[in-house]
């Protein structure tokens, strides 16, 4: 199984806005599911810059772009996508 890559973007705006908090989220992580998630820290997503592209913090999972990103929220979107819910 190929793991779901989770990037969280580093720009300012997106720390600004609480990214920086995103950092903690491999401590959220379920134990079950750890094996099957990469976490990587990105440049700029640049989507700060693009009008109607959603509010920052953002995080790339694998190419799905999650606007408002809050631990809970990613966790819950990894836990649906590895269950296929």
């Known amino acids: 199984m190929n793991k779901i890559v989770v990037k969280i973007c580093t720009g300012t705006t997106c720390h600004v806005m609480g990214g920086g908090h995103l ?3 491999e401590d959220h992580i379920p134990k079950e599911i750890q094996d099957h998630i990469q976490i990587e820290a ?3 997503l640049g989507y700060c810059t ?3 592209s959603g509010r920052a913090p953002f ?3 694998d190419d799905v772009v ?3 990103a809050t631990i809970d929220r ?3 979107e990894l836990k649906r996508r590895i ?3």
Do not use: H, P
């Open 59 to 61: 995080v790339m999972i």
């Open 83 to 85: 269950n296929n819910v």
């Open 66 to 68: 999650m606007t408002d």
């Open 42 to 44: 990105s440049r700029c």
């Open 74 to 76: 990613i966790v819950a």
């Open 23 to 25: 950092f903690d989220l």
């Open 50 to 52: 693009q009008k109607g």
